[in-house]
């Protein structure tokens, strides 16, 4: 079972070196994502597992369901995962800050 945080776990574990990625398509991230999220599309993923940064993982998406997809996948390759509930959907209805664009925030 993989496991899992909500978007205060998560606002709560971001200074703390957290290693965030984002497994929405460009568009949708480019449109609004979490401060600090690194961009690695869900369709990319098989390709470039070995681009992502050494140690545990947190995967966000727009709702929860793709990241909790990339977890699965990434734990079947040895990796540490969380998956974040409800996603950045939920991040944004928190009331806390987006970045916009394609660049890590």
């Known amino acids: 079972m993989i496991p899992e945080i909500d978007v205060d776990e998560l606002f709560a574990r971001r200074d703390a070196g957290v290693q965030l990625i984002d497994v929405r398509e460009a568009d949708e991230y480019a449109e609004g994502h979490v401060a600090g ?25 727009r709702s929860g369901a793709r990241s909790l997809r990339a977890c699965e996948f990434l734990e079947a390759r040895g990796r540490d995962t969380t998956n974040v ?21």
């Open 37 to 61: 999220a690194q961009f690695m599309a869900m369709s990319e993923l098989a390709e470039r597992v070995g681009d992502l940064p050494d140690g545990p993982l947190i995967i966000i998406c």
């Open 85 to 105: 509930a409800g996603g950045t959907l939920a991040w944004i209805a928190s009331g806390r800050e987006i970045m916009t664009g394609l660049e890590r925030g």
